[in-house]
């Protein structure tokens, strides 16, 4: 698995973007020095390959609404991803997608 620290730009609109820049460090170190960040999912798909999902993870409480206003870019290709599941639990939060990296 790996993790990504998150880098989060103000859009000024309300929104925000939120942009994974490494993955250099351990879930430990990241949960302590981030407020974001997020960690990768590999499935099996259908078509006989590899699909990626990607978990947000915050430290502040989060609801659905304070989510909608992120997008989150794909760490591989930098297309923003599709949120693909509603928030777990308030600091974890929902499944995103790349349509691109998954070729969908
Ligand atoms: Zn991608």
Redesign the pocket.
Known sequence: MAVFDIYKTDHKDGTYGLHPCSNYYTEDYVKKYYSLYLTDELYRNDRGGIDVYYRLHAREPHDNNMVLAYDVY?P????I?CQITTIEDEHTLGYYE?K??NKK
Request: glycine letters at 0%.
């Open positions: 794909c591989k290709c930098r297309n991803m790349c691109h990296c």
